[in-house]
């Protein structure tokens, strides 16, 4: 497959699958794409339908999942809009709100979502790849969930329902880890309809430890019961990862977490705790701080886990007035007034930053009307319909820093700050901003942690060299070299090339029959208002 600058016939294709959430669909498609792209071939990700609270904004003011824009980095592409085309940003246990090519279109419940409006935009995400298969040599689209969800298959836009629209050839990952992987690809093979088992081309294990040749004999009986070959297996590797769609595991911190933290570059560590507000999101600004020798990032939920910490941060939430009267009801809320008063470092970024003002109005999100903040920044925040939407650039602390807004919180700056901090301010020590990312920016972070440590009385030094675009490239290299390794390639190099191999055999029972969907608006239409927010799961979710 060679490189080229777009035109002419459609580029290539795949689907990787998984046989649960979280068993690895994210770092393979970012691997496969870091593996393509150190070959020559201009490539893309793709996922039609992500349901995340971590988010990020295209250069043309486009709101995709992180993940997409962080597969877009293993590309070696600028994300877009195209690539993840619909994003459900989850506002309570049933319901979401849907974003449509980058914008806000309206709040759903499951229901709504799922009987017909999903289905409605099969056709946007089919053009939407088609236009990246045009562009580029080849486009690795990630599903979602599992394939096998057979509730939710009549409505399906993001795994066989794709792939079927696409022709796509399917890869199912299982993570070994979790153990059952035999049966879970029999059981999801076993589970798809004749015409969806059409294009399960083959499977991937992923985090298996030990011995590889200790596996063989399974693999052999997989492939005698299922006509379909494993096309690698990835071994456990500890602190890999990309910024994931929702939990609590994201790349550089699961470095911390999971290996030995580095020495600090001065005499003492500097520990921060990260309030685990409901609904965070973009809790992924924290990994530049994890990334620093000698910071040690923890994630808190009770007040007594703030008396040790140097910084507290108090992060981005898609629900910021549930999230103020949880910090109050867990008693976090007088600890971090506490410590303000006492001069102790604390953050508030978006949401946090709202939440430590003076006041939010709220009729859009919460619809709770006017609310009293924290009152540690002299701040108003009223809420606008419209989502702000942006990637500013700027100087704060001496330094460049950049970063990206996503909130519908407009803040009123009022009299009383020391210093304006970014788009926000400082008083004492106390800082807000909306900015996500801005601690990505090496200079500025360094020069943060600095003014932290001095209010903290810490000894901490931040390490002069710590590049955080360096070290996120280094993951995303160690994700290519582990499908270069590890898997088949030359076989996933036909399957993106050839489309799906005639003759797979056919695996008892198959999927029950579908009924049909009901026909509803199109989802890019005014939502019902009181059908507000998730299509996450009452019946199961694909996310």
Known sequence: MSGRQGGGAPGGGLLVAGTTSDAGKSVVTAGICRWLSRKG?????????????????????????????MQAAAARVEPSALMNPVLLKPGSDRSSQVVLLGKPVG???????????????????????A?????????????????AEINLRRTDIVNLGLARAARLPVVVV??????????SFFGTTALLSEADQRLVAGYLVNKFRGDVTLLEPGLQMLHGLTGRPTMGVLPYAHGLGIDEEDGLRV????????SVVAPPHGADILRVAVAAVPLMSN???VDALAAEPGVVVRFVDRPEELADADLVVVPGTRGTVRALAWLRERGLAAAIARRAAEGRPVLGICGGFQMLGERIEDEVE????????????????????HKTLARPVGEALGEPVEGYEIHHGVAELLDGADEPFLDGCRVGSVWGTHWHGSL??????RAFLRRVADAAGRAFVPAPDTSFGELREEQLDRLGDLIEEHADTDALLRLIENGVPDGLPFVPPGAPPQPPVPSLPSPGAAADPDDHHRAHTAGGTQA
């Not at 490539?43 to 904004?57: I, R």
């Not at 709040?107 to 790849?129: D, I, K, M, N």
């Not at 070994?176 to 049966?183: L, M, P, Q, S, T």
């Open 41 to 69: 071939v201009r490539v893309a990700p793709f996922k039609a339908q992500n349901m995340s609270l971590n988010s990020f904004v295209t250069r043309d003011g486009a709101e995709i999942g992180r993940a997409q824009a």
């Open 107 to 129: 709040e759903l419940s499951a229901r709504g979502y799922h009987a017909g409006r999903q289905e409605a935009l099969l056709g946007t995400v089919t053009e939407c790849l």
């Open 131 to 147: 236009e990246l298969r045009r562009t580029h040599d080849a486009v690795i689209c990630e599903g979602a969930g599992s394939p």
């Open 174 to 183: 299982g993570d070994i880890d979790r153990g059952g992987v035999f049966a």
């Open 251 to 258: 790349s550089l911190r699961g470095v911390v977490r999971e």
């Open 283 to 285: 809790f992924t600004d």
């Open 366 to 385: 919460s619809r709770a009307g006017t609310v009293e903040g924290l009152g540690l920044l002299p701040v108003r925040v009223r809420f606008a319909v």
């Open 440 to 445: 990505e920016s090496d200079g500025f972070r």
